[in-house]
Structures are given as C-alpha cells and as structure tokens.
C-alpha cells in the first residue's frame, strides 16, 4: 500500500536580509528534517506514529500524502510515485491535520464540504451524495448546517475527518487528532475511528500521536521516530507477547537513538 525507499527530506533555512546583502551568491543552507527513512505498510494496517516534537512526524506524514516532495528517495501509494505521478498517488490518501484553520468560519459544515468536494474534483450529485455520506460518518446531522464558526472542538475535529474522507481514499493519515479535545470529545473521536472508519470502511490508518492509550486502541502497528530518524516498527501484538510495554519501548527507542548520536 505504501512504500518509503531511502527518503531524505531538507528544508533551506531562510537567510536575513543582512546576510544576503554580505554575500548575495552564498548557497543557503539546510537543515535535516527526515533522513534514510524506509517503510513498508501494507493495506489495512493501522500505525501510531510515536516521537517527541520536532521529531520529523509530521514531515513524514506530509510525504506520504504528497504534500512535500522527498530531497531524496521515492515513496510510492498504490505503486504509484508521489514523485512522478503525484496528482495520481494523492488520490489514494486523505489527510486530517489537527488544526483546521483552512475551513471557512462563516459558510455552514456542508458548505465547506461541499467547496472542498469540488477542489477533489467531485461534482454534480457525485458531490451531494458523497457530502450526505461522510456527514452520516461522522455523525454530524444535527449540525451539518451551522456556521462553522458556532462549532466545538469536537465538532470541527469531526468535519475535518469528513473532509479527509471526501474523495474516498483508501489511506487516511491523522495528524494528532485528539490533541485540542476534551477526555468525551476523545472517546467519541477514538470510537469513530474504529467503529465507522476502519472496521466500516476498511481504511488503512496512519495516525501522529504522544498519548499510548490512543495508540493501543486505534493501532495494530507502532513506529517511532526520533530527530529525524526512524528508530523503529513493530507489531503492538509482538510487543505483548515479549511482555513489553509501549512505555518502556518508546523510551527505549529514544535512548538507542541518543547513543547512536553520542
């Protein structure tokens, strides 16, 4: 389903004014946000993406969906290049960030569905019917039809999930999705998931989180990263039958990475 073969990603670190002025034809420099990352996840699996902020997670994430292009390496969607045939391979993936800030605060829930159905290209009753669907989802019924700017935390936490899942794609990626709920918004979000979007819909997940709870319940697989790096992928059914709590592994992976480092 997905493949990640050797990717490096380097972000340029803008230089001031000043130090253009001094020396217009210097080369900026770079920094290392994810290097040498491989990864296999095959269709249906569900993996928590563990690691400290900063940690490369969410550049990570971005990659898989398409919306940054590897420095170097190649990650392919359904044998599809994000490099090559990137309009193609972002088909196949929906992606939920955590803080929604693109939606429009004064259109309605559907409206906003409706606008972003469009941008993926779903038009005419294709659009409505599909819109009706993921309302239905993520249960939000009775409020499809306020303004976005009258909605809780949860509420737009569920709208965001509805547009992720707009086009259908068969990878959904969730970018810390509990993160600004309350412990009732959580469990209705986490139930959700599991209930109407994996179990239902067969989804594969990938999902960014710092809390262990929410990765034991909503995945089957655990990888973490640290600075950058890729530390380690295992099986949550591997690390019960060695007697291994997430806990203890997290912090473990971490200070395999720090000694690497040292």
């Known amino acids: 389903m997905i493949s990640i073969d050797n990717v490096t990603m380097r972000f340029p670190i803008p230089r001031t004014l000043r130090e253009v002025l001094r020396n217009p034809l210097a080369r900026a420099e770079s920094c290392t946000a994810l290097e040498g990352a491989n990864l296999l996840v095959e ?147 986490i139930e959700l998931i599991l209930k109407r979007i994996h179990s239902d819909a067969k989804k594969t997940l990938l999902i960014a989180t710092h809390r262990f709870d929410e990765a034991t319940r909503l995945c089957d697989r655990v990888m973490v990263i640290s600075k950058g790096r890729i530390v380690s992928v295992d099986r949550l059914a591997d690390l019960d039958a060695r007697g291994d709590d997430l806990s203890r592994y997290y912090k473990s992976c971490l200070e395999k990475r720090e000694e690497a480092l040292a």
């Open 43 to 189: 269709r249906g699996d569900r993996v928590a993406v563990l690691g400290p902020n900063g940690a490369g997670k969410t550049t990570l994430l971005k990659l898989i969906g398409g919306l940054f292009l590897p420095t170097e390496g190649e990650i392919a969607i359904n044998g599809l290049s994000t490099l090559r045939r990137n309009t193609a391979a972002r088909r196949s993936v929906g992606f939920v960030m955590n803080e929604e800030r693109s939606f429009f605060w004064r259109l309605t829930g559907r409206q906003n569905l409706m606008f972003f159905g469009a941008l993926d290209n779903i038009f005419g009753n294709e659009l409505k019917e599909r819109v009706e669907e993921v309302i239905d989802v993520v249960g939000l019924e009775a409020f499809v039809d306020r303004p976005f700017s009258n909605y809780s935390s949860g509420m737009k936490q569920r709208l965001a999930m509805a547009r992720g899942l707009l086009p259908d794609p068969e990878v959904l990626i969730l970018d810390e999705p509990t993160r600004t709920l309350d412990p009732i918004a959580c469990e209705e979000l």
